[in-house]
């Protein structure tokens, strides 16, 4: 769940969102966040009245969830409902006729967005109300830095024009490696418990590993130890009254817990604390040895995946270049066939090469007459053929990175199971894995989305038209992955 907010606070946030009202002439607006649950939970809305439907949250295998991470990287209009059967029906029940939903996004991460319904004189949007809709987003990340629910973008490093907010709500992979490390250390010898607290603005949550539960006069002794350690650090930290507190059992050696130490990892964003338990005098130096080292390089491999990704956004629109769809296309099958390999357990460097291969697979339209074929339904057979080299062309570009694999992925792309694709008419096994899944991916996404270049069928006719290609157009083995992350 969120934090809860302060009256000053929501102040704040409603005259931002009332600005959709005032500046775009929409009716009502409401403002979303992700919580650590995962679901897009409401933390205000202005115009919609008592009998107006409003959705409390949104959990991920709900149809406004998938519309809003399809147009994650821009303002998006659904003017036509008839188009999109699954939130017709949602707009119906608050009597709207349009949906406009914006994205908030900090760092890579999308953490909320807002839902905007209708405008006055039922009038359109064209690009000069949704630029101005995306300053209105950009405005409410500001706010939502400034009352603590996204940690503040960090000083702007020299050359850098676009400073980054951190993720909220979410523990970045390096945490993720942290705590997965801190909970093999609480079985260590001399061990009798380990606890990480995460600060992020206002939010601190505490999570604390040991074979047997900590007593309220150890927690409370812990979280003031911490406080105390983080203000001679020089950081301020909200009572330890107002902190959250999780405990994980770990498969250690019961250990007299008689002693507090504790380190400071992090300090710009996002503050992380480690504190061992152990028995007075014993020695637990070692083990903040390695809990240092594993930070660093944890973090050290996400800086490096955060700039890879960075630079493949530059790869698909070099320059003053920019193709929407494209981004939004490239965008939507990047995420859904990573969600696919996590499905699928595949190891962090699989599931970022599958993620890259899905951003990057259609890189290779850069190079040929992008505005003349992209979205040709029917192309005539010259351009059929031109858009057919955009797997190769694809390929040559991404050798230059010699990202392993990467290339014979985004090559290999269009070819089916049954051997009928192209470049090399690859069939079964023989065709990469990753360009399986990418391939998957992709045509379920031309199917569903409003922005294809075909008028987009129902999830139910999409569902059919993957079932009905298992085998022939799929790898028989992935269909039944793809259907479950989509939740068919």
Not at 367 to 380: G, S, V
């Amino acid at each position: 769940m969120l934090p809860p907010l302060d009256p000053e606070a929501v102040r704040h946030l409603k005259e931002v969102l009332y600005r959709f009202l005032e500046e775009l002439q929409t009716t009502k607006a409401a403002l979303y966040l992700q919580g650590d649950r995962g679901a897009f939970e409401l933390v205000e809305s202005y115009g919609f009245g008592r009998r107006e439907a409003i959705l409390a949250e949104v959990p991920p295998d709900h149809p406004l969830y998938h519309w809003v991470r399809r147009h994650r990287t821009t303002p998006a209009v659904l003017a036509d409902p008839e188009s999109e059967p699954a939130l017709a029906e949602i707009l119906k029940l608050s009597g709207s006729t349009t949906l406009l939903t914006v994205p908030l996004i900090s760092g890579d991460a999308l953490i909320g967005f807002v839902d905007a319904r209708d405008r006055a004189g039922k009038k359109s949007y064209g690009p000069e109300e949704l630029q101005r809709a995306k300053a209105i987003g950009g405005r409410l990340l500001e706010v939502l830095a400034e009352v603590g629910l996204v940690a503040p973008p960090p000083p702007p490093v020299a050359g850098e024009t676009k400073p980054q907010l951190v993720k909220a709500f979410r523990f970045p992979q390096a945490l993720e490696k942290l705590t997965g490390l801190c909970g093999a250390v609480a079985q260590g010898e001399g061990v009798g418990g380990v606890a990480v607290t995460v600060v992020e603005g206002t939010t601190v949550r505490s999570l604390f590993f040991s074979p047997t539960p900590l007593e309220a006069s150890e927690r409370e002794a812990l979280a003031r130890h911490q406080h105390e350690v983080a203000a001679q650090a020089g950081l301020t930290l909200p009572e330890p009254s107002r902190w959250s507190f999780t405990e994980r059992p770990s498969h250690g050696h019961e250990v007299r817990r008689e002693e507090i130490r504790t380190t400071v990892l992090a300090r710009d964003g996002l503050v992380v604390l480690v504190s061992l338990l152990a028995p007075a005098g014993g020695s637990v130096s070692s083990w903040f040895s390695v809990i240092n080292g594993v930070w660093e390089l944890a973090q050290r491999e996400q800086t490096l995946r955060r700039a890879v990704r960075n630079l493949a956004r530059v790869l698909l629109e070099p320059g003053d270049l920019s193709f929407p769809h494209l981004r939004q296309h490239s965008q939507a099958v990047s995420e859904l066939s990573q969600k696919m390999a996590q499905e699928l357990g595949l190891s962090d460097d699989e599931e970022e090469l599958v993620t890259l291969a899905g951003y990057l697979h259609d890189v290779g339209m850069r190079e040929l007459d992008y505005q003349r074929i992209y979205r040709l339904e029917k192309p005539p057979e010259m351009e059929r053929r031109l858009y057919q080299r955009h797997p190769v062309v694809g390929a040559r570009i991404l050798e230059e990175t010699a990202y392993p694999g990467l290339a014979e992925a985004v090559r290999h792309h269009h070819e089916r199971w049954d051997g009928s694709g192209y470049p090399q008419q690859l069939s079964g096994p023989a065709i990469p894995f990753v360009s399986r899944i990418v391939h998957l991916a992709e045509v379920w996404d031309v199917l569903t989305s409003p922005a294809s270049y075909k008028r987009p069928v129902s999830r139910e006719q999409a569902v059919q038209t993957i079932e009905k290609e298992a085998g022939k157009q799929f790898d028989p083995n992935l269909v039944p992955v793809l259907l479950k992350v989509v939740g068919a």
